[in-house]
């Protein structure tokens, strides 16, 4: 299968009750076919439970779920009960978008990083959590599998003052190249949707490091951030030509 497009699908989107998660939800909604379940996941029940009604208002012949859970504690038996209720509709399709995800400490520099529960607690939210919930998806699913990570360069170029996202952005990349190895009837693409305007923009912005600062204030005035829509566009055309071996890691900037 070249892309899910027109399918009825499942599909599950982390980090979907804002920003970028929203978009992609909100962008591939118009993709799917009639009778498709499309889950929204992330911490906050109550914006999760305003965007189901937004989205079932645009799109009236899908059905919006939600599934609030905090990342760092969920297990891969949560996952396995999330696509046990949700695969009754027989799908010819399942989707899952990766895009949830945090920065971390962004106020200390790696070597003034001493607390280890901290640490535990960014890593299992950031690495374990794709890796449980993809186990789950390819655990349940019978249909055709998409998987789709949200990546970033800091995955690929270290950056001073971010080394903890780097690492977990490293982490995923190798992961989800490994899985595409060892499972070739999955189709996995590794999207890094560029610098966005978004909170985590705005984190950095904040940050008590002067290197952090000044990475957002280069990205801002080289003219090359970006908005939500424009990156899930790119995003969109990517899946819809389905051009890419599975695995890759592609950039927005990418030509």
């Known amino acids: 299968m070249k892309n899910f497009y027109g399918k009825r699908c499942l ?20 993709k799917l076919g009639g009778g498709s379940v499309v889950v929204l996941a992330a911490t906050n029940s109550d914006l999760l439970q305003e965007k189901c009604r937004e989205f079932a208002q645009k799109f009236p012949e ?15 038996a949560d996952y396995e009960e999330l696509f046990d209720e949700h695969m009754k509709i027989s799908p ?12 971390g400490n ?15 607690r960014f890593l299992r939210a950031n690495v374990r959590h794709p890796m449980l919930l993809s186990s789950a998806a390819i655990s349940k699913s019978k249909a055709p ?42 189709r996995i693409l590794q ?23 000044a990475i957002a204030k280069v990205v801002k005035e080289s003219g ?16 819809e030509e389905g051009a890419y071996e599975s695995g890759a890691h592609l950039d927005y900037f990418d030509r």
């Open 11 to 30: 599909l599950l989107v982390t980090g979907a009750s804002r920003g970028l998660g929203s978009e992609i939800a909100r962008a591939l909604s118009e």
């Open 62 to 76: 899908i059905s919006f779920r939600s599934f609030t859970s905090r990342n760092e504690d969920a297990t891969f």
């Open 92 to 103: 010819d399709a399942v989707v899952v978008v990766h895009n949830a995800g945090s920065l």
């Open 106 to 120: 962004i106020d200390s520099p790696l070597c003034g990083q001493t607390d280890g529960e901290a640490i535990d």
């Open 145 to 186: 599998l998409f998987l789709i990570n949200i990546s970033s360069l800091c995955g690929i170029k270290p950056m001073k003052g971010t080394g903890l996202y780097c690492t977990a952005k490293a982490a995923r990349k190798m992961y989800f190249s490994c899985l595409a190895e060892e499972n070739p009837g999955i």
């Open 191 to 213: 999207y890094s949707p560029g610098p966005l305007d978004t909170d985590m923009m705005d984190q950095l912005r904040k940050s008590a490091l002067d290197d952090v600062v």
């Open 224 to 239: 090359t951030l970006l908005t939500v829509e424009q990156t899930t566009s790119k995003l969109c055309e990517i899946i």
